[in-house]
């Protein structure tokens, strides 16, 4: 039982590079954002692939759950790469969108 406990103790602290903390969002404002934006090239199943000159939009289901809540605002705000241009700005709108894809997509 010692072993156990001195193993569990010494064991490193999880990486939260995936956080999923609440950010306050309001995932069903978060859907309709996503509905109305979004889901124009991520799909409304959020598993993406249409072709955006020449780079398929990204698979929500898989690239959701591994950022964390700050990559997907700097996403949302900022756009990436050439393909993905910035969506929303108002912090209320990205901690929605945030929400959505959290319930959603976990």
Do not use: W
Not at 35 to 52: E, L, P, S, Y
């Amino acid at each position: 039982m010692l072993v156990l406990l001195t193993l569990f103790a010494c064991a490193p602290e999880s990486d939260d590079s995936a956080d999923t903390s609440d950010g306050g969002g309001d995932a069903v404002a978060g859907a309709e954002l996503f509905g109305g934006t979004c889901k124009n090239c991520h799909g409304a199943d959020g598993t993406g692939g249409v072709d955006i000159s020449g780079t398929p939009s990204a698979d929500l289901t898989v690239r959701a759950p591994a950022l964390s809540d700050a990559e997907l605002a700097d996403r949302i705000e900022n756009g990436f790469g050439t393909a993905m241009p910035s969506q929303f700005t108002d912090p209320a709108d990205v901690a929605d969108v945030i929400a959505y894809l959290r319930d959603t997509f976990p």
